[in-house]
């Protein structure tokens, strides 16, 4: 099932179950499809979906941390709930051994050497094929790593 039908479905039974926090979230979930739609004037797929939702992560981890540092935990904890419910939909997360084995199979794939100037070709290869699966950040991290030694 496409992740927009999933989407529709799962509000749908949250509003049957009177579940207002999920259902709050899920409809924040499909106004920013609904708007990227708009603006972009296309029909998103699965991986369009995927890449507003790790967006919406990102959103929501950046503003956990805020909330805390200023003592409000009341704000972070409905930041989290948000997280944990979006996150649902997010494919299972790639250990390190995945990424790393990832990372060596796009080197050798791009026939890249070693330095910052094959970072782009790289990860130009990666981006697609762990969207949604690990943190872009670390990634590039671990890559960086692997092309300096």
């Known amino acids: 099932m496409p992740l927009k039908q999933q989407l529709t479905e799962d509000m749908k039974a949250a509003m049957k179950a009177g579940d207002k ?15 990227k739609e708009v603006d972009e004037r296309v029909e998103l797929d699965d991986a369009a979906v995927l890449a507003v939702l790790e967006k919406m992560v990102k959103q929501r981890k950046d503003s956990i941390a805020q909330y805390q540092a200023a003592g409000r935990e ?3 904890a409905a930041e989290q709930a948000e997280l944990a419910v979006i996150q649902a939909y997010l494919p299972a997360p790639l250990s390190e051994a995945e990424i790393d084995a990832a990372i060596q199979a796009a080197i050798a794939e791009a026939g890249a050497g070693t330095g910052p100037q ?17 943190d872009m950040g670390v990634v590039s991290q671990r890559l960086k790593a692997a092309l300096a030694g």
């Open 118 to 134: 094959a970072m782009g070709k790289v990860m130009g290869l990666l981006k697609p094929r762990l969207a949604g699966r690990a």
């Open 74 to 76: 009341d704000l972070a």
């Open 21 to 35: 926090e999920r259902l709050a979230t899920i409809r924040l979930v499909n106004a920013a499809i609904k708007q």
